[in-house]
């Protein structure tokens, strides 16, 4: 299982970005995933999740309305745009596969860093 996130970066406070995780070594189309962030000093907080075919979305509060979750099966990719951000967003991105109910993480990546600063 390999799951590679890119994208992350320094942006102002109410700027944009597209976070992408690469999916590889298993079939992407058969599970649920989840983006998962770690602020400076605090401990894992989930952010949103999508199911395998794409069509259900789940937001934590902290992010409904700004972040959108989409995944493109044929390209084994998951995304996460990120709108309006706040420096309250900055953190260490992660997504992660989801193997099953609880959640049970079966597989992480290696984290993208979205840093929101003037």
């Known amino acids: 299982v390999q799951l590679v996130e890119s994208g992350g970066d320094l942006v102002q406070p109410g700027g944009s970005l597209i976070l992408s995780c690469a999916a590889s070594?298993?079939?992407?189309?058969?599970?649920?995933m989840y983006w998962v962030r770690q602020a400076p000093g605090k401990g894992l907080e989930w952010v949103s999740g999508i199911d395998s075919g794409g069509t259900l979305t789940h937001y934590a509060d902290s992010v409904k309305g700004r972040f959108t979750i989409s995944r493109d099966n044929a390209k084994n990719t998951l995304y996460l745009r990120m709108t309006s951000l706040k420096p309250e967003d900055t953190a260490l991105y992660y997504c992660a596969r989801v193997d099953g109910l609880g959640p049970n993480i079966g597989a992480w990546g290696q984290g993208t860093q979205v840093t929101v600063s003037s």
């Open positions: 070594l298993f079939t992407f189309n058969n599970y649920w």
